[in-house]
């Protein structure tokens, strides 16, 4: 197991470039400004991350950021109410797992190589409001999407964002993990599987482990201290065919300043009877 610190805040009050003041790209809700100059060198290194995204990309940000608050007035989809705090909560901590994603997934693929990485399947288990995929759909327009939630009206809602935000990368799966994970349509079909405050470790790990093929990866984004997560999920990790990989400390919005992205490799082929029936890895966790 390697540690790595990702110093990757955000900052509040983003400026989107022009275009998307437009007429034509003018929400009902005021849209955010992703480009404004921060007067806190803390919160530097996330803001570049965001502006890193072509204005396209910015635009689709954008899109989502209404959408969601839209919606979450008529159904929960999020606590966070405000835009400026969904970006630095939800946007920025997306974004910036990437860096570690990406270097892991070089590490250990043998297509890696040493340029971009195109054609990653990724799996967002318990996608819930879309996060983390929605967002990283749109920072990698080359890999390819699936986000699996298991209440039809969170999935009605991602079927609109992903209309809306002109994504053509992302397919959504209204299932449950226990039921998709033990499908030929899903089952070690996924480069990645990602989950984002979806379940405690030791359970998630059976959630989302069988979607994984064999050399893949399981990230999961978790808060700023889940050691004793990590050493409570050990044997479930190694029942269901994976070990540690990387720790990666992110900085955050949050209210103790930091994420943890934790990331898994699939070593070996997950035992068939995994995932357990619904239910019962909430109930009865390895």
């Known amino acids: 197991m390697s540690l790595c610190c990702c110093s990757t805040?955000?900052?509040?009050?983003?400026?989107?470039?022009?275009?998307?003041?437009?007429?034509?790209?003018?929400?009902?809700?005021?849209?955010?400004?992703?480009?404004?100059?921060?007067?806190?060198?803390?919160?530097?290194?996330?803001?570049?991350?965001?502006?890193?995204l072509s204005a396209p990309q910015q635009r689709q940000?954008?899109?989502?950021?209404?959408?969601?608050?839209?919606?979450?007035q008529r159904m929960n989809l999020t606590a966070v109410t405000d835009e400026a705090e969904v970006m630095t909560r939800h946007v920025a901590d997306t974004l910036a797992v990437l860096p570690p994603l990406e270097r892991a997934y070089r590490a250990r693929s043998s297509t890696g190589g040493g340029g971009g990485i195109d054609g990653v399947s990724l799996i967002d288990v318990g996608s819930g409001a879309g996060l983390p995929g929605l967002i990283l759909a749109v920072a990698r327009p080359s890999?390819?999407?699936?986000?699996?939630?298991?209440?039809?009206?969170?999935?009605?809602?991602?079927e609109h964002a992903v209309e809306a935000m002109g994504l053509s990368n992302v397919d959504v799966v209204c299932?449950?993990?226990?039921?998709?994970?033990q499908s030929l349509d899903h089952r070690e079909a996924y480069d990645v599987a990602a989950a984002r405050?979806?379940?405690?470790?030791?359970?998630?790990?059976?959630?989302?482990?069988?979607?994984?093929?064999?050399?893949?990866l399981f990230i999961a984004a978790k808060g700023h201290d889940p050691h004793e997560e990590i050493k409570n999920a050990k044997s479930a990790v190694q029942k269901l065919g994976?070990?540690?990989?990387?720790?990666?400390?992110?900085?955050?919005?949050?209210?103790?300043?930091?994420?943890?992205?934790?990331?898994?490799l699939k070593d070996r082929a997950t035992p068939r009877k995994y995932p357990r029936l619904p239910g019962t890895p909430s109930k009865m966790p390895l």
């Open 9 to 52: 805040a955000a900052g509040r009050g983003f400026l989107l470039p022009s275009i998307l003041l437009s007429r034509s790209y003018l929400p009902r809700r005021p849209i955010l400004n992703l480009r404004t100059t921060t007067t806190s060198a803390r919160l530097a290194p996330a803001a570049a991350t965001i502006s890193s």
């Open 61 to 72: 940000v954008a899109v989502y950021v209404e959408a969601l608050l839209d919606w979450n």
């Open 143 to 158: 890999w390819r999407f699936t986000l699996l939630e298991s209440m039809k009206k969170r999935c009605t809602f991602l």
């Open 175 to 181: 299932d449950r993990a226990e039921n998709a994970g």
């Open 197 to 216: 405050a979806v379940a405690e470790l030791k359970v998630l790990a059976e959630y989302c482990l069988p979607f994984v093929r064999v050399g893949g």
């Open 242 to 264: 994976a070990s540690m990989s990387e720790l990666c400390n992110v900085e955050s919005m949050g209210p103790h300043g930091q994420r943890t992205a934790v990331i898994y």
